[in-house]
């Protein structure tokens, strides 16, 4: 069975950063275009990020360009997002999708499977 669990979500300070993992089990990520949504109270969940199979092409949303970094270990069957200089408005519930595509491409960010979040606040 396919299952997605993220971490290393928290409550930091703006411009301090967390990095958020996606562990994915029941099967093999190396076939898998992999991304990052979030979800704000009372907004609707939006791209983040995703990541091509290897790795070959990035996303990033405008809001995250220049701050968030995405990463996948095939090896390792987990997808990684750095998130730097956090502000209060990235304050969401973060969440790691997954697809499975035979052809290489990025965008849209995959959205077949999906983890059950984790919380990230960003406040002083």
């Known amino acids: 069975q396919l299952q997605l669990v993220e971490s290393g979500g928290g409550l930091v300070q703006p411009g301090n950063s967390l990095r958020l993992s996606c562990e994915a089990s029941?099967?093999?990520?190396?076939?898998?275009?992999m991304g990052w949504f979030r979800q704000a109270p009372g907004k609707e969940r939006e791209s983040v990020s995703c990541?091509?199979?290897?790795?070959?092409?990035?996303y990033y949303a405008d809001f995250v360009k220049g701050r968030f970094t995405i990463s996948r270990d095939d090896a390792k069957n987990a997808v990684y997002l750095q998130m730097d200089d956090l502000l209060p408005e990235d304050t969401a519930v973060y969440y790691c999708?997954?697809?499975?595509?035979?052809?290489?491409?990025?965008?849209?960010?995959?959205?077949?499977?999906w983890g059950q979040g984790t919380q990230v606040t960003v406040s002083s």
């Open positions: 029941g099967f093999t990520l190396e076939h898998y275009a």
């Open positions: 990541i091509s199979l290897r790795g070959g092409g990035t």
């Open positions: 999708a997954a697809e499975r595509r035979s052809i290489n491409y990025v965008f849209p960010c995959p959205n077949d499977n």
